[in-house]
């Protein structure tokens, strides 16, 4: 019996950006995969009063199996990477995907500036739609294929309900403020890795500061991708999730 591998999706989505890839994980895994919400996204009901990483942490935790394997994409990343802590028992391996332990920009460390998330933050309150859209469009940045990616993206959102607001400020806060780097330097299981080099979210040479980090982190960059490798360059990202699993 293999490990249930688990896939955790990003701010403003929800479990229907996997479907392009769901079927083909099954093949490669050959055990069970699942999709599941963030809790204030898609089909979770569950929203934590306040809304923190650790609260909404544990909440997901509670939908795990043991030993489970976490595939996570952007702030699903930080997801794996907090639960992989702090609940190990129920994690096997983390497998981020276009994550990194610090999204925002600091002193010696690339990472998204802090006015563009300050920017989503405030559009975020007059123009929720619009703002998600934006969002889309940065994931898709530098993708041969950007204007297909951003509009099957959003065919495969809308077979979901729409995020709670609670839940996208929290997000925000979240990828602004969260520094997991001392947990992922520590992390009590093996953290697997794949990127796009063209990523505007998670920039390049952030990849090196996190193996200086970990020197157990083992990571693949697919060449061409931005930060959604999953659905611009399905094959690539099939590839190197068949040698983690």
């Known amino acids: 019996m293999q490990n249930e591998l688990v896939l955790l999706h990003g701010w403003g989505m ?9 079927a083909e994980l099954e093949f490669l895994h050959a055990d069970e995969v699942r999709s ?26 509670e939908q795990l199996k043991p030993q489970s394997i976490l595939m996570g994409w952007s ?8 639960i992989a802590q702090h609940w190990p028992e129920k994690v096997a391996k983390v497998i981020l995907v276009a994550a990194s332990p610090l999204f925002a920009e600091q002193a010696q460390w690339p990472g998204i ?17 619009k703002t998600i859209e934006r969002f889309l469009a ?18 495969l959102l809308n077979h979901y309900n729409a995020p709670q607001e609670a839940a996208l400020t929290a997000g925000l ?11 992922f330097a520590q992390c009590p299981v093996p953290v697997r890795a794949i990127f796009g080099r063209l990523d505007a ?11 200086a980090l970990n020197s157990a982190f083992e990571y693949e960059v697919i060449d061409k991708a931005s930060h959604a490798p999953f659905i611009s360059h399905k094959n690539e990202f099939l590839t190197a999730v068949k040698s983690m699993l």
């Not at 929800?14 to 769901?22: C, H, I, P, S, Y």
């Not at 563009?116 to 405030?122: D, G, I, S």
């Open 138 to 155: 940065i994931q898709a940045m530098g993708s041969a294929s950007a204007r297909d990616d951003i509009k099957q993206l959003k065919q």
């Open 173 to 183: 806060d979240i990828l602004q403020q969260q520094d997991l780097r001392p947990l």
């Open 201 to 211: 979210l998670v920039p390049y040479k952030a990849i090196a500061k996190m193996a």
């Open 75 to 82: 702030l699903g990343g930080l997801f794996a990477l907090y």
């Open 113 to 129: 500036k802090d006015n563009v998330l300050a920017q989503f933050k405030q559009q975020l309150v007059n123009q929720r739609e």
């Open 36 to 61: 599941v919400d963030l809790p204030g996204y898609g089909n979770s009901s569950a929203c934590p009063h306040p809304y923190t990483l650790h609260a909404a942490a544990a909440l997901l935790s």
């Open 14 to 22: 929800n479990q229907g950006v996997w479907q392009l890839v769901q």
